[in-house]
Nanobody
């Protein structure tokens, strides 16, 4: 079983950048397709981005395309989410997720991290 730990969240102004990290332990990152989700209080958790095991295929929700970049370094067991041009509506708790396929990581992840808060202020 894999454990996921996110870091890198914080409070930033609109237009700024942040990079989130997700470190795996227990199993190697290369065994999994990975993803990022976010959840604002009172709203459902939503898919943000996903990446295949080797990093060659990525997926993004429309609202972050062109601003966010998902990547991974399997040698470091770390996945990243580079977030640029942050907007107020990006405020949420961000969760990393792992699954065996790019389909399941987008729609029904098997493993979740504990989340990291991202707050964007005006």
């Amino acid at each position: 079983q894999v454990q996921l730990v996110e870091s890198g969240g914080g409070l930033v102004q609109a237009g700024a950048s942040l990079r989130l990290s997700c470190v795996t332990s227990g199993r190697t990152l290369a065994d999994y397709c990975m993803g990022w989700f976010r959840q604002d209080p009172g709203k459902e958790r939503e898919f943000v981005a996903a990446i295949s095991r080797g990093g060659g295929t990525t997926y993004y929700t429309d609202s972050v395309k062109g601003r966010f970049t998902i990547s991974r370094d399997n040698a470091k067991n770390t996945m990243y989410l580079q977030m640029n041009s942050l907007k107020l509506e990006d405020t949420a708790v961000y969760y990393c997720a792992a699954a065996s396929t790019t389909y399941t990581v987008r729609f029904s992840p098997e493993y979740w991290g504990q989340g990291t808060q991202v707050t964007v202020s005006s």
